[in-house]
């Protein structure tokens, strides 16, 4: 599989500075009961790397000193994680908000029945995948059968009050089917609301769309089928500098399997660790540079991370082209 990463490395991205952190974005490892086209880090049912006891502990202990209000959970599928139960109970009691985002098929995995109830008792927002309310785009993307399995999984979620009730929030995700922006975020949330409603009985909260990022199996697509540079071009063409004010490498840090710190979960993907300030540098001023190693938790605990450059590359066009995006979807 060919890499855009050096490509994406000679950038004219603008700097970028963090303010407070209010997010940890943590990734618990790459096992996943799927294995779509467009998975950025290229999960599926043979990956082992999976986040540890002490590693967890580390979080709840990050949560804990630096005050983060939301510790948003990824994988693979978090949930294959054997120690994600624990850390939900843990950092809900905390009152920090959870988000797991979920591929909802694991819900419907023998040995995860229970697992709606479970994050309904602790209040756990959850994000999941649904690129599409058409089952033929879901099936090119995630896989045959995967449609009709997330639609029951929705069922499920929304009888025990997921999307209904306020407390229980349900996000979709939308993601394009290839080379081509998000359409406008309102509008197809609309669509999608009627779609999944008429269909299929369905109701859901909000609907985030996320631009698809040129990069691990997305870029390698674009490389094979040389739509790299007219991939790219689209995203440059439909730069909006108001969105570098929201992207959400400022206030987020995202943590790999193994307690690593990255920007954002795309640098993480492509081992781009967070910058560090030097102090004294030889010209006198303090300067920002890329850390020579990785930052890991427990240096988080021990810094703060506002004002630290964030580590920029091409890919950072795929944040700031149109209405924007994040892993909230479009940018306000
Ligand atoms: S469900 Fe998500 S994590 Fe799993 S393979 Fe698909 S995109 Fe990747
Ligand atoms: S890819 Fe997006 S979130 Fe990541 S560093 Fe670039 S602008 Fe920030």
């Not at 086209?37 to 002490?54: F, I, K, Q, W």
């Not at 120690?83 to 988000?99: D, P, T």
């Not at 209904?164 to 979709?172: A, F, G, R, S, Y």
């Amino acid at each position: 599989m060919r890499d855009t990463r050096p490509l994406l490395l000679n950038t004219d991205f603008p700097p970028l500075q963090r303010t407070a952190l209010t997010t940890l974005q943590v990734n618990l490892g790459y096992l996943c009961n799927l294995s779509c086209t467009h998975c950025h880090v290229n999960a599926g049912p043979s990956r082992t790397e999976l986040m540890d006891m002490a590693t967890i502990e580390l979080v709840l202990e990050v949560l804990r000193e630096k005050n983060v209000k939301t510790l948003d959970l990824t994988g693979g599928a978090p949930e294959m994680n054997p120690h994600f139960r624990y850390l939900v109970s843990e950092a809900s009691k905390l009152g920090v908000e959870v988000i797991d985002r979920c591929n909802l098929t694991i819900l419907l995995e023998p040995g995860y029945q229970d697992l709606a109830q479970f994050l309904a008792d602790h209040k756990v927002t959850v994000v999941a995948s649904l690129p599409c309310f058409s089952e033929q785009n879901v099936t090119e993307q995630r896989g045959k059968g995967v449609f009709e399995q997330s639609i029951d999984a929705l069922k499920i979620l929304n009888e025990i009050g997921y999307g209904v009730d306020k407390t229980l929030p349900l996000n979709l995700v939308y993601n394009p089917n290839g080379a081509f922006l998000p359409p406008d975020q309102q509008k197809l949330e609309a669509e999608y609301k009627l779609r999944l409603s008429e269909d299929h009985g369905l109701a859901f909260n909000q609907l985030f769309t996320i631009t698809n990022m040129p990069i691990s199996r997305f870029g390698a697509v674009l490389l094979a089928k040389n739509g790299y540079e007219q991939y790219m071009q689209l995203l440059k063409d439909n730069f909006l500098a108001l969105n570098l004010d929201t992207v959400m490498c400022r206030t987020t840090v995202s943590v790999d399997w193994l307690g690593n710190l990255y920007d954002c979960d795309f640098n993480q993907m492509l081992e781009t660790p967070m910058s560090v300030p030097v102090v004294g540098s030889a010209s006198g001023l303090n300067e920002m540079i890329v850390s020579d190693g990785l930052r890991h938790l427990r240096d988080l605990l021990a810094m703060d991370v506002a004002g630290y450059s964030i580590a920029i590359a091409d890919h950072c066009y795929g944040c700031t082209a149109g209405q924007g995006s994040s892993c909230g979807g479009a940018l306000d």
